[in-house]
Nanobody
Framework: VQLQASGGGLVQAGGSLRLSCAAS????????MAWYRQAPGKERELVAL??????EYGDSVKGRFTISRDNDKNTAYLQMDSLETEDTAVYYC?????????WGQGTLVTVSS
């Protein structure tokens, strides 16, 4: 199973970006799927998680970010609005299948002031 994250880039504060995480190599649905981020000098933190039964957000992104998924495409999305400079980080997607967590390669989001 491979996860391909995309959609990162440079955006001004207050702007928006949409990240995608496409899973390949399996016909089974990864569940849950999640987004994490890691800023320079900081630990990796949960941004958002989606499963069949729940959606969770990290406190710092509640009300600004929205996670969704397309089960037919085995793809998760992260819509990021009202971006702040503190959102600058490498964003990683993650998915659970069987007995393993799988990680994508990360996509860099840079928010300028």
């Amino acid at each position: 199973v491979q996860l391909q994250a995309s959609g990162g880039g440079l955006v001004q504060a207050g702007g928006s970006l949409r990240l995608s995480c496409a899973a390949s190599g399996s016909s089974f649905k990864l569940d849950p799927m999640a987004w994490y981020r890691q800023a320079p000098g900081k630990e990796r933190e949960l941004v958002a998680l989606i499963s069949d039964t729940q959606i969770e957000y990290g406190d710092s992104v509640k009300g600004r970010f929205t996670i969704s998924r397309d089960n037919d495409k085995n793809t998760a999305y992260l819509q990021m609005d009202s971006l702040e400079t503190e959102d600058t980080a490498v964003y990683y997607c993650n998915g659970w299948l069987g007995t393993h967590y799988y990680w994508g390669q990360g996509t860099l989001v840079t928010v300028s002031s």
